[in-house]
């Protein structure tokens, strides 16, 4: 269980079988975020596209009955990886996206979210913790399944 100073850190992985340019093509387009993220209801992408350092995002999102707006901006971009950071209110968030080719027409997909809640939502983070590690691993399989209708 994360404690209430402690960052809950969640990460997950899948492998597709896709070359690692064309998963990279979509997994870090945020834009593309609201076809595999459950619960993206509506996502803001400056300047659009593929990401780029300096990037700015805005997400809404609904978790557990809850609403959060939350801007961030990605810090480090590569071919196939690209760092984020960010925050409202209610939560400070960081983490990455990468795409690791582990074959010619295959590869990892690896995403790793750090979040440290403020104010009332320290209590709530560790409550919240196994449905947020659930839902990230469901939305890594959305992302398989869309990923092989791209064909």
Sequence with gaps: MTSRRTPLTVASSVVVDRPASDVAAVVLDWGNDPRWRAGVTALDVE??????????????????????????????????TASFEGGNAHVAVSGLREVR?????????????????????RLLLPVLAPAYRRRDAADLRRLATLLRSLS
């Design 101 to 121: 080719a582990v074959g010619d027409d295959r590869c990892e997909v690896r995403t790793v979210v750090r979040l440290t809640g403020r104010r009332a939502m």
């Design 47 to 80: 300047p659009a596209g593929r990401a780029v350092e300096g990037q700015r995002q805005v997400e809404r999102l609904r978790f557990a009955g809850l609403r959060f707006t939350t801007p961030t901006r990605v810090t480090a971009a590569a071919p196939l």
